[in-house]
């Protein structure tokens, strides 16, 4: 069974460290494979399906460009990560397996700490609906209700701002 395979235990060495540009495929695996795990029944199967739109890892490429995004490791494979800038946490995504293990939660603080650098004032994100209850846990409060369109037509993905 290879290591990203099995439940975490206390037993994996966890690790975070600054993305790198060959880190863009395995984003943006990471963040297709959440959505697809860890969105189904709050969003539909064809808002699941589109909801990447016509991104590749090229996307991520520049995203790590800007040097704000953290990855997350376990036993060295990377398993979720965060972006942020002044102000706002951008993205968050963990792969299905690492929901619950408490390595979202320790990317939220990289994040939050990262948006507070250079701004004062609240911290915001636009949150999935399945994810409002792991940012209020968190502290964020939700301040109202939006949706993302992917770019490709079909139905928009209602999403959640909320601010710390």
């Known amino acids: 069974m290879r290591s990203e395979d099995r439940p975490f235990?206390?037993?994996?060495?966890?690790?975070?460290?600054?993305?790198?540009?060959?880190?863009?495929?395995?984003?943006?695996?990471?963040?297709?494979a959440s959505i697809a795990g860890l969105a189904q029944g709050r969003y539909s199967p064809a808002q699941i399906e589109n909801w990447m739109g016509e991104r590749t890892p090229r996307f991520y490429e520049d995203l790590i460009a800007k040097g704000r995004m953290t990855v997350c490791l376990r036993n060295g494979i990377v398993v979720g990560f965060v972006d942020a800038e002044p102000g706002a946490v951008t993205r968050l995504f963990v792969l299905p397996e690492a929901?619950?293990?408490?390595?979202?939660?320790?990317?939220?603080?990289?994040?939050?700490?990262?948006?507070?650098?250079?701004?004062?004032?609240?911290?915001?994100?636009?949150?999935?609906?399945?994810?409002?209850?792991?940012?209020?846990?968190?502290g964020f409060r939700s301040t109202g209700r939006g949706q993302f369109s992917h770019g490709l037509g079909g139905e928009p993905i209602e999403i959640v701002h909320m601010e710390l």
């Not at 700490?113 to 915001?124: L, S, V, Y």
């Open 9 to 32: 235990s206390v037993e994996d060495e966890v690790s975070f460290r600054a993305a790198r540009p060959d880190d863009a495929e395995t984003v943006f695996n990471i963040t297709r």
């Open 99 to 138: 929901a619950g293990s408490g390595l979202g939660q320790r990317l939220l603080d990289i994040g939050v700490a990262q948006a507070r650098r250079d701004h004062r004032g609240p911290i915001r994100l636009e949150a999935t609906i399945n994810a409002e209850a792991f940012y209020q846990r968190y």
